[in-house]
């Protein structure tokens, strides 16, 4: 799930105490993507939100969540350090846990960051980029902020040759 780094930091925590692996490959939306829990308003529903910068969604209106103060009030520095600490366990579990890890990112300022972190375990391979503009405008995720289905094949059979 490309919900938050968050989020697929605490998914790899549960999966790979639970299954063996010998390898780990994450795809990671931009740093600054967070998932929540929040109770509704009016209901007695709990939900994980997702929140992205810049993207109103009706459900985070409907939970009362306005996502331009939430980002406004939380500095960029902040989220990166975020980001990085999530990064930096999921490293360190893995090198724990003897996973190899691959990391990428559809995300430029994501991918930047990646490549400025000192790994022990993990490796960074390329960004996840479209062949061509019209192949990007073709195939795009169902959010339209990501390359789509056909990318993530390309983006596989290129990390295959980084997993030995």
Request: charged share 25%; with cysteine; aromatic share 10%.
């Amino acid at each position: 799930s490309g919900a938050s780094c968050k989020s697929i930091r605490d998914l790899f925590l549960i999966t790979s105490n639970h299954i063996q692996m010998k390898h780990a490959v994450f795809l990671l939306p931009s740093y600054n993507r967070m998932q929540i829990g929040i109770k509704h308003m009016q209901k007695d529903m709990l939900t994980n939100l997702s929140l992205i910068p810049g993207l109103k969604s009706e459900l985070s209106y409907s939970y009362g969540v306005d996502v331009e103060m939430l980002f406004k009030h939380i500095p960029d520095d902040e989220q990166i350090k975020t980001f990085k600490n999530d990064i930096y366990l999921i490293d360190y579990v893995a090198k724990h846990r003897n996973i190899k890890v691959y990391f990428s990112s559809w995300d430029g300022n994501t991918y930047n960051l990646l490549k400025q972190l000192n790994l022990k375990n993990s490796t960074v391979v390329p960004l996840w980029s479209s062949q061509s503009k019209e192949q990007a405008d073709s195939d795009l995720a169902r959010d339209k902020k990501h390359p789509g289905p056909i990318h993530h094949k390309q983006w596989a059979d290129a990390v295959m040759e980084f997993i030995k």
